[in-house]
């Protein structure tokens, strides 16, 4: 999986890394490894079974359970094997999990072209995470050339789908005027829609909307409330503004203490450490 974020200071005013893309592997229900359409039995035995006998569902599990070594041992070059086979016949899962495969250079050789080819097969089917993987490729200028309007036209694709990663990735867009104009009132109802699916980096982002007064007036006490959603999932950015509110007193009463304790749990080094007194 790809680490998305680096520590930064909630007084640079610089809180949001892009998403980008994602990597979790996306698995087939299992309505469709049955031809009739009934409930099929999905232990690896059976998976394989219809994996061999052409059904591209069970190709593109069987693809996700080696790439994930569930169930199987973990083969990347084995899931690379079967997400290809589904993808190959149209599958938009398995296109998206190919590209991610050719994206990390797991199990294939490393090939950011073919990477964009496959999501956008995947993409143009309307699969959510591969057109917020698109869109990431072209912000980055990876396998494309670098364009943040069609980036942003990806991410609005899939975040008008509901799906978290590309609502942040297009509220991001909006609150830096990449790709889309500034719009500050559009980045935090994008951050709002994200952060409410339980995405860490939107809910960062939505506490430092709040912190920053972006739109309205300061509300130290709604950016508290969703530091701390991040951070309790681990987000060393969320850890470290949360620090930065105990160093300034913002919403809570100043502690050294406090703020010493947060800014290790971001994984400040002793010597980087904000000085406290």
Not at 238 to 251: D, F, H, L, V
Request: net charge positive; with cysteine.
């Amino acid at each position: 999986m790809k680490s998305f974020v680096v520590p930064v200071a909630l007084i640079t005013l610089c809180l949001c890394t892009p998403v980008f893309a994602q990597h979790m592997f996306s698995f087939d229900s299992d309505d469709d490894l049955s031809p009739s359409g009934a409930s099929a039995a999905t232990g690896p035995r059976d998976v394989l079974t219809a994996a061999r006998q052409g059904n591209a569902a069970a190709q593109n599990n069987l693809g996700t359970m080696y790439a994930e070594g569930q169930g199987v041992p973990q083969n990347d070059a084995q899931a690379v094997t079967w997400f290809l086979k589904s993808a190959k016949q149209g599958n938009a899962k398995a296109q998206n999990n190919l590209g991610s495969m050719y994206e990390q250079g797991q199990g294939v050789a490393k090939d950011d072209v073919r990477a964009v080819a496959w999501y956008r097969k995947a993409a143009e089917q309307w699969h959510p995470a591969a057109q917020n993987n698109l869109g990431s490729m072209y912000a980055e200028g990876r396998g494309v050339p670098k364009d943040d309007s069609q980036a942003v036209a990806w991410y609005r694709k899939a975040a008008q789908q509901g799906y978290a990663p590309a609502q942040f990735n297009l509220g991001l867009s909006y609150e830096e005027g990449r790709g889309a104009p500034r719009d500050d009132a559009q980045a935090l109802s994008l951050y709002q829609k994200a952060a409410e699916q339980g995405l860490a980096d939107a809910q960062n982002g939505l506490g430092a909307m709040y912190a920053k007064g972006k739109v309205g007036a300061k509300n130290y006490a709604q950016a508290l409330a969703w530091f701390h959603k991040a951070a309790q999932q681990g987000l060393p950015d969320a850890q470290y503004n949360i620090g930065e509110m105990y160093r300034k007193g913002w919403g809570v009463h100043r502690s050294c203490g406090q703020a010493k304790t947060w800014f290790q749990k971001a994984g400040v080094p002793a010597q980087e450490m904000p000085a406290c007194s």
